[in-house]
C-alpha cells in the first residue's frame, strides 16, 4: 500500500504566519505539524509515501524530511500548481500509487489515542478487499464539517450517506482527513466533476464508494483526540494537549523514529545517530533512552 501526505493550501486562515512558511511546517508542542500525519501513515506500516505540496515550500519540506531514509522509508514529492481539491491528489500521485491500494492524510490532521493500530490495519484491510475506508469523529458542531451517516453490522461499519457541511446534519460523526482507498482510485478521481467552488471534492468521490456499496467507516471511539489544525485555537489545543501527556507520561507522541525503530526499518546505530543530531532537547533525549532501553 502507498500513502499520501496533502500538505498543500495556502493556509489563509492562519494569516500572516503562512505568508512566510507552510503551515504543515509550523510547530506543533515539540515537533513540525507534518510529523504527525507521517506517524499515522508509518504506524499503518506504509513506508512508500508521497508528499503533496506548493511549488514554493517543496524545498522546505525536502530539507526536513529528505528521502524518509532517517526513518528507514521512502519519501518522494509532487507539487500541486493550485489547490483544486482533495481528490487531486490523487491525480497528481497517479504514477506513484500504480496498481496498489493508497491511504492518504491531511498534512494538518493529527490522530491520537489507544487502540490506534488496530483501526489503521482494519481499514488496510478493507483496501485490499475493495472497499474505500473513512473515519469519523463525533463532533458537537457538526454543520462544520463533512458528515457520515452509518449503519453497524457484523460485516463491519458501512457508510450510509456523506454530506459536505450540512445545514441539518443526519448525525454528528465528522468525516475526518484519513482515508484509505483500493486499487483504481486514480481512475475515479479523474471522473470527479468540479464543484461550484471549481474543486475536485473528497466526499464526490467518496460518494462514488457509497453508490457502489464499497464505503466502510472507523469510528474513533471515547478517548480518542482528533484535531484538525488549521486554525490558532486548535493549533493551541493540540500543542496543550501533547505538551501535557508527554510531559505526565515521559513519552513522545507521533514519533516516527520510534514508529520506525519497533517496525525494524532502523537500527540501533541508525536511533542512536538520529538521537545525537537532536541531543540539545527532550526530543532527542527521549531517543536516547530509547537506545539505551533497546525498545
Given at each position: ?53 506548493t511549488p514554493e515550500d517543496q524545498k522546505a519540506f525536502q530539507k526536513l524530511l ?95 450517506s456523506v454530506e459536505e457541511k450540512p445545514k441539518h446534519p443526519k448525525s454528528n ?123
Amino acid at each position: 500500500m502507498k500513502g499520501i501526505i496533502l500538505a498543500g493550501g495556502s493556509g489563509t486562515r492562519l494569516y500572516p504566519i503562512t505568508e512566510g512558511i507552510s503551515k504543515q511546517l509550523m510547530p506543533i508542542y515539540d515537533k513540525p505539524m507534518i510529523f504527525y500525519p507521517l506517524a499515522t501513515l508509518m504506524s499503518a506500516k506504509i513506508k512508500d509515501i508521497l508528499v503533496i505540496t506548493t511549488p514554493e515550500d517543496q524545498k522546505a519540506f525536502q530539507k526536513l524530511l529528505k528521502d524518509g531514509s532517517q526513518f528507514g522509508i521512502n519519501i518522494s514529492y509532487v507539487v500541486q500548481p493550485s489547490p483544486d481539491g482533495l481528490a487531486q491528489a490523487f491525480i497528481l500521485g497517479e504514477e506513484f500509487i500504480g496498481d496498489d491500494c493508497c491511504a492518504m492524510v491531511l498534512g494538518d490532521n493529527i490522530f491520537y489515542g489507544s487502540g490506534f493500530e488496530k483501526l489503521l490495519k482494519s481499514a488496510k484491510k478493507n483496501a485490499e478487499d475493495g472497499y474505500a475506508t473513512i473515519f469519523g469523529n463525533q463532533v458537537k458542531d457538526p454543520e462544520r464539517f463533512g458528515i457520515m451517516e452509518i449503519d453497524e453490522s457484523e460485516s463491519g461499519t458501512y457508510v450510509v450517506s456523506v454530506e459536505e457541511k450540512p445545514k441539518h446534519p443526519k448525525s454528528n460523526y465528522a468525516i475526518t482527513g484519513l482515508y484509505f482507498y483500493p486499487k483504481g482510485v486514480s481512475e475515479k478521481a479523474k471522473e470527479i466533476v468540479p464543484s461550484e467552488r471549481g474543486e475536485l471534492e473528497i466526499t464526490t468521490l467518496n460518494d462514488m464508494y457509497l453508490q457502489e456499496g464499497n464505503l466502510k467507516a472507523e469510528i474513533l471511539g471515547e478517548g480518542f483526540t482528533w484535531f484538525d489544525t488549521g486554525t490558532f485555537d486548535s493549533e493551541l489545543d493540540a500543542a496543550n494537549m501533547i505538551r501535557t501527556i508527554e510531559n505526565n507520561t515521559d513519552r513522545i507522541i507521533c514519533c516516527p523514529e520510534q514508529i520506525a525503530y519497533k517496525e525494524k526499518w532502523i537500527t540501533k546505530e541508525q536511533l542512536e545517530e538520529r538521537a545525537k543530531v537532536l541531543k540539545k532537547n527532550n526530543y532527542g533525549k527521549y531517543l536516547q533512552r530509547l537506545v539505551d532501553k533497546g525498545k
